[in-house]
């Protein structure tokens, strides 16, 4: 068939021209995002304090209810608990031992590092050795074993093997004594706390100081231990020492029986003293002889000497001399040398000076005789001095060898005496045990338990059970690829969302699809009419007035709300045909209640001429053209040049064409008809929105060609839109604000 025309109202309708797609200006196919970028988009979420608030209120249900199962299971836990009591005790470690006697000390109490024998101190208290020895000597070993169980192994029981070895039930014994016991060192001093745990508070006190106790005894019987080793080994270097000294006395004796030596310690004892009184002498006059022999050649060399000059009797003489040498010259001046006084004068100097002359030769003849006596008690003292070197040599040489003898007997006899006084200290100071530890406080019998502390379990359970629920809701919502938000939607497809449609589940279809109609002030009305508005921003655009409304899936109400937007465009005065293009289960005729028997599959399958247009409207600005009869293949059907034609001659005479298509899922029907419309509109319900699908059918819509403008989100939550009751109260504001002003007018 060459041209199709159809005929309304006498008018014949413009035949369809050579272009595929009339009714689409410019021929033009747009183009969508590929999946390599919608898949980039979606992971580009930032996640900012207001996401991860919607997370948590979105989440809050699965929250909640960890919050609760991890405070129950805190509770069962602590009430299936057995109570524990803990005890505590403080001891003084010192650095060194206290000293009640200074000698003997067998430890080497001098430590360079203090905080070496702390740390030893701490590892002894938490040793194994210690620990056997209470629970042995306190018979703790059942006891430990029987705790060391858990609560659900005493009701279910567990395959290990019971240990049947006392030495094995000793060592896991003493395992869970060490893990009840816990060493706390106070910073900064030298005080520790030793905290255990029992199922009782007797028994914690009880075993606490047991430990202290047994801690002190076992170092008191390393100090004994070490002292008896130290007086055995003591005792056996006392025997080597006896023994040595025994065999050097006695090589010694031998040796004088030999030599013929008495007493050669005292014969060796006076030569030596008479030596050293003869250096001595010998020291003292050649001292002599030197002062001597100086005085007499000063005497030669000059004539004089300085004992002369300080001879009183001479120095009274020369002054005498002077005075009457000085007389002498004074009278001089007067007299003549003749006059009697002169001649007596000069003969009383004359015989001065002769008698200072007398005086002085008999000083030089003394100092003579000094130095000569001098001399010769010196060269005497020489040889007496060599014959008794000869001597005391002649002494040597025969106690060369006795002198080394009696060395040998004095240093056994020395080692010996030391050996015994320190064994006779070793005795006294292994009476007293020093000890480095005190204990400032006993443990005292626990008033409270320590454990299971039902309120802190509580709020650990707490915050555990946030802690788990948050993170299970991030997990939850990373494992989840629903599409919850227009954000969301835009953000992962890129394309626009055109409107959200509220949730009202209760009311029936046929009343939801008259709701623009018959209650264009309710909340669902407004959500249509925010669609319209976006849609005609979007056919602006592409230059056309064909809308598409398919879903993923059937039931989201792709029906419903193509005559909701019908409606809204009908009453802002467009004319708009509603085609109800799902031949496969059409539901329009329900919700309008108008007959089905002639529509669209028959015009498109030739069996008549004719679409069958009904009206709806009151003003003729709305027609549907229903399904029609049931047909085999609608693919086919809306392919061809009939549904072509159709769909240009209506884009020539209608402003809006509305096309209720089949669901993507499993359907090429609305694949072919995007093809032919303008813009596509793919809604997207609570089942469906999650990204795969809709990744899916974005696919598919680019594959055909078809214009995929934008989603339309469908049973959106009523928290998430403005809501009934906000149009409520702004009509009802509105219509109390006109009432004046309409009874002024």
């Not at 085609?579 to 498109?604: Q, S, W």
Request: one cysteine or more; charged letters at 25%; glycine letters at 6%.
């Amino acid at each position: 068939m060459d041209q199709q025309h159809m005929k309304q109202g006498g008018e014949i309708l413009i035949p369809v021209t050579e272009s595929p797609y009339p009714f689409r200006q410019g021929n033009e196919v747009p183009i969508i995002l590929n999946a390599e970028s919608i898949t980039s988009r979606a992971s580009e979420r930032d996640l900012t304090l207001s996401h991860i608030w919607e997370i948590i209120k979105k989440r809050k249900w699965l929250i909640l209810s960890t919050l609760c199962c991890g405070l129950l299971a805190t509770f069962l836990l602590t009430k299936l608990t057995p109570p524990s009591y803990q005890a505590n005790a403080t001891i003084r470690i010192e650095k060194e031992p206290t000293r009640i006697v200074e000698f003997g000390q067998i430890f080497d109490t001098e430590q360079k590092d203090s905080v070496d024998v702390l740390q030893t101190e701490y590892e002894l208290l938490k040793s194994r050795a210690l620990a056997e020895r209470v629970v042995k000597e306190m018979g703790l070993t059942e006891t430990l074993l029987n705790a060391n169980q858990p609560w659900f192994s005493k009701l279910f029981g567990n395959g290990d093997a019971p240990v049947v070895d006392t030495s094995s039930k000793l060592h896991k014994a003493a395992e869970t004594f060490s893990k009840k016991l816990f060493i706390q060192p106070l910073e900064q001093s030298r005080l520790v706390k030793i905290y255990f745990e029992a199922p009782q508070a007797t028994q914690a006190a009880d075993i606490t100081n047991t430990l202290i106790s047994t801690y002190i005894k076992m170092r008191n019987e390393a100090h004994t231990e070490t002292g008896d080793y130290a007086k055995g080994y003591l005792e056996q270097q006392i025997d080597t020492a006896r023994r040595d000294l025994t065999q050097s006395e006695q090589r010694l004796i031998d040796y004088a029986k030999k030599k013929n030596i008495l007493n050669i310690d005292d014969s060796q004892t006076v030569n030596v003293q008479k030596l050293t009184d003869m250096n001595q002498a010998l020291a003292d006059a050649e001292r002599r002889r030197i002062q001597t022999e100086s005085k007499y050649k000063q005497l030669q060399a000059t004539g004089g000497n300085r004992d002369a000059l300080d001879n009183l009797a001479i120095q009274n003489m020369k002054n005498t001399l002077a005075t009457l040498e000085a007389e002498y010259q004074e009278k001089s001046r007067l007299f003549k040398p003749g006059y009697p006084d002169m001649q007596r004068l000069s003969s009383q100097i004359a015989d001065m000076r002769r008698t200072i002359g007398k005086e002085t030769a008999s000083v030089t003849n003394a100092i003579k005789a000094e130095y000569l006596a001098a001399k010769e008690e010196e060269n005497k003292l020489h040889d007496r001095l060599s014959k008794l070197n000869n001597e005391l040599m002649q002494i040597q040489d025969k106690s060369i060898e006795y002198n080394a003898l009696k060395r040998e007997v004095e240093t056994n006899r020395q080692l010996y005496d030391e050996l015994l006084q320190r064994m006779r200290e070793v005795n006294v100071a292994s009476g007293v045990n020093p000890s480095i530890v005190r204990i400032i406080d006993e443990a005292q019998t626990p008033l409270q338990r320590y454990r299971p502390n039902m309120p802190l379990n509580l709020l650990i359970g707490l915050l555990g059970g946030l802690l788990g629920g948050i993170a299970l809701a991030f997990l939850r919502e990373g494992m989840d690829d629903s599409v919850h938000t227009d954000e969301d939607m835009e953000k992962f497809t890129g394309l626009p969302v055109l409107g959200s449609i509220p949730e009202l589940s209760k009311l029936p279809e046929t009343t939801l699809a008259l709701k623009t109609l018959k209650e264009p002030r309710s909340e669902l009305a407004e959500a249509y009419r925010i669609l319209v508005a976006n849609l005609g921003t979007a056919l602006k655009k592409e230059k056309g007035n064909s809308i598409l409304f398919t879903s993923i899936e059937p039931g989201e109400g792709k029906s419903t709300t193509a005559i909701n937007v019908a409606y809204a465009y009908a009453r802002m005065r467009y004319k708009v045909l509603l085609v109800d293009a799902d031949m496969r289960c059409p539901t329009l005729h329900h919700k309008l209640g108008i007959d089905n028997n002639v529509g669209l599959g028959d015009y498109l399958d030739n069996s008549i001429d004719l679409p069958n247009i009904h009206s709806i409207d009151a003003d003729a600005n709305l027609h549907i053209l229903t399904a029609g009869s049931e047909t085999y293949d609608p693919v086919g059907l809306l392919s061809s040049n009939h549904m072509l034609a159709l769909m240009g001659i209506a884009a020539r005479r209608y402003n809006y064409i509305i096309i209720d298509a089949p669901p993507l899922k499993g359907f090429a029907d609305p694949l072919v008809l995007s093809a032919m419309s303008s813009a596509t509109v793919l809604l997207v319900g609570p089942n469906n929105s999650n990204q795969r699908m809709i990744n899916a059918a974005i696919k598919q819509l680019k594959r055909a060609g078809g214009n995929l403008t934008g989603f339309l989100r469908m049973k959106v939550k009523r928290s998430h839109t403005v809501g009934q009751h906000y149009y409520d109260r702004y009509y009802q504001q509105r219509s109390h604000q006109l009432v004046p002003i309409a009874s002024e007018a």
